[in-house]
């Protein structure tokens, strides 16, 4: 594949929000392994070690006045980059997007998806996954931007719930990130939809039935998230709940 300038903005913040510090190489690296340039990207430059791709990658460094990473990342005098709150934000509706791309090995139309961000410009719509999308082996639904906004809001009141309630344990096997990893993981957890997300019409997601729709999210760990996921049964929490106490 073949990419602009502007598609490689998200990817290159969602690594320097994953490996802070992260230099300019090694992201490069990681964004050729993921997004697999092809065709006149993969061409190495008249008379230099660069290819098109690389070339764009590090393009973000040389333009970072006008394509806002100068805003969106910090850059240290020896080339480590740290990302800004203001990155953070603009990262949020493509996060989980760069999640599929960097966790799978995604087909060229998965790759066309995942990398028409919002950041990118490139449509009026983009492709979301969700966390259970995610799950499901990146299964992707086309939604509104407005609908991106909505589905943020349901897992930042389902979060503030758990946050009232004091506990972010998995829900099946009570599995806690902030006991294991300390502050890093402490208020961390995925949600299971037993809704999902794609069943809801636009004229559901207002804001009073975002709240409603609470109560359809189960706090779940990664590996109970996936064996729900996975199970077949009418009450997948259930009988994976079941199974572990056997």
Avoid: W
Avoid at 11 to 37: C, H, R, S, W
Avoid at 51 to 61: G, P
């Amino acid at each position: 594949m073949n990419y602009t300038e502007k598609q490689l903005i998200a990817p290159a913040l969602y690594l320097i929000d994953t490996y802070p510090g992260i230099k300019m190489d090694a992201l490069i690296k990681k964004m050729e392994k993921a997004m697999k340039p092809t065709g006149k990207d993969a061409t190495i430059l008249a008379g230099r070690g660069d290819t098109y791709f690389s070339q764009k990658a590090r393009n973000l460094k040389s333009h970072r006045d006008n394509n806002k990473m100068a805003e969106y990342t910090d850059l240290t005098p020896s080339g480590e980059y740290f990302i800004t709150d203001k990155g953070k934000k603009a990262l949020e509706d493509d996060y989980v997007a760069m999640q599929a791309l960097f966790s799978f090995d995604c087909d060229d139309d998965t790759l066309e998806k995942v990398t028409k961000t919002r950041l990118s410009k490139s449509s009026k719509k983009v492709t979301i996954f969700a966390e259970d999308d995610l799950i499901s082996e990146g299964k992707a639904y086309t939604r509104s931007i407005k609908t991106i906004e909505r589905s943020a809001k349901l897992r930042k009141f389902a979060v503030q719930q758990q946050q009232a309630i004091g506990d972010f344990s998995c829900a099946i096997c009570g599995f806690n990130f902030e006991k294991e990893y300390g502050e890093l993981g402490k208020d961390y957890i995925q949600f299971h939809h037993i809704k999902p997300l794609s069943e809801y019409t636009d004229a559901e997601l207002n804001d009073q039935a975002l709240k409603d729709a609470v109560v359809n999210l189960i706090p779940l760990c990664p590996n109970c998230h996936c064996m729900v996921h996975k199970c077949k049964e009418p009450d997948p929490v259930a009988f994976i709940k079941a199974l572990r106490k056997k």
